[in-house]
């Protein structure tokens, strides 16, 4: 899940990330125990996200409308298979989920009207942050995809290239922070919201920082901060913002789980965000690394989605 400014600082965050007056870092770390209850939530999300992609891809077309079953494919038919599957799995949504559909999801936060039907060449914003029901260790999960039947009509084409340049810079970042991981154990993470940043402007998209690096919110284009922590809150340290890094000991590092969310918003016209969601810790070999939790297919097509986590799983 987006957070709307990445202001974050060390003393309204949740349990996990917080300003200890006493040593004067922020103190952000998660116990093994916690990040393998993160984990897990993460795989059943992971199952949620699957059910959500078989639910589209198995739609039919009937003009603009998709339909199931005979009766219209609705924003309420896809929230209830998810509810369905995260709940049999015993994981809570105690802040719910976002939905959007179309033009509403160029509002990052946009939860979307159940009664809505999804129609042919539209994107559908899925983001889930389920919580797990653990009383030792009640942790959240996060995580973004974004579907599109019908993303080979023409209605679709600037869906498709903005949702082709999310890829683009998410690799780059990924790549950049693992290698600064690997080099330097840890990373204040306002230079990787630069990268960012730097990237959707080369690509022809506004991606402005005001004077204290936050990210603007100016409606169109790159409009949130590059991701956050996640743990006992769903919002919590470390984030990529100036202000975060500015912070004692403001970096990401060895026993965090964060999120990367870049995504690009075009108003009256479509959201593409892709989250993932990591867990920074040591290898074998004592150097930190970069380890996926939410290891879903980037691809707007749910039939390629789905295609490609078959064949990632050997299926």
């Given amino acids: 899940m987006t957070v709307a400014n990445d202001s974050t600082d060390g003393t309204d965050v949740g349990e996990d990330g917080v300003l200890n007056p006493a040593q004067g870092e922020c103190v952000q770390k998660q116990s093994a125990a ?18 959500a992609a078989r639910l589209l891809a198995a739609a ?62 539209e994107c559908v914003l899925i983001d889930l942050f389920p919580k797990s029901l653990s009383r030792e260790h009640p942790v959240f999960s996060d995580c973004s995809r974004t579907f599109c039947v019908g993303c080979e009509s023409a209605q679709a084409r600037e869906l498709v290239r903005a949702a ?4 683009t810079v998410k690799a780059l970042v990924v790549e950049e922070l693992q290698t600064a991981l690997r080099e330097r154990g840890s990373v204040r993470g ?31 284009g790159y409009v949130h901060g590059l991701g956050h922590g996640v743990g006992g809150e769903l919002h919590q340290h470390p984030t990529f913002s100036a202000q975060f890094a500015q912070l004692p000991g403001g970096t990401v590092s060895a026993g965090q789980a964060i999120t990367i969310e870049p995504a690009l918003y075009q ?7 892709y989250e993932d969601l990591y867990v920074v810790e040591l290898d074998h070999t004592g150097s930190v690394q970069l380890r996926l939790l939410t290891n879903l297919p980037w691809a707007l097509d749910p039939k390629e989605f789905l295609a490609l986590w078959s064949r990632s799983m050997g299926l």
């Fill in 34 to 51: 916690e990040l393998a209850e993160i984990e897990r939530v993460a795989s059943i999300s992971n199952s949620a996200f699957l059910a």
């Fill in 60 to 121: 039919v077309r009937d003009g603009e409308t998709l339909w199931l079953a005979g009766i219209p494919l609705t924003v309420g038919g896809l929230r209830g298979v998810i509810a369905e599957t995260l709940t049999a799995a015993g994981l809570t949504q105690p802040e719910g989920n976002l939905i959007a559909v179309g033009a509403p999801a160029a509002e990052p936060h946009h939860i979307g009207e159940d009664i809505q039907r999804i129609a042919v060449g």
């Fill in 267 to 273: 108003p009256g016209q479509f959201g593409v965000r």
């Fill in 190 to 220: 306002f230079a990787l919201q630069q990268s960012a940043c730097a990237e959707f402007r080369r690509m022809g998209w506004h991606a402005q920082v005001d004077e204290h690096g936050e990210v603007l919110s100016i409606g169109a």
């Fill in 164 to 167: 082709a340049d999310v890829v």
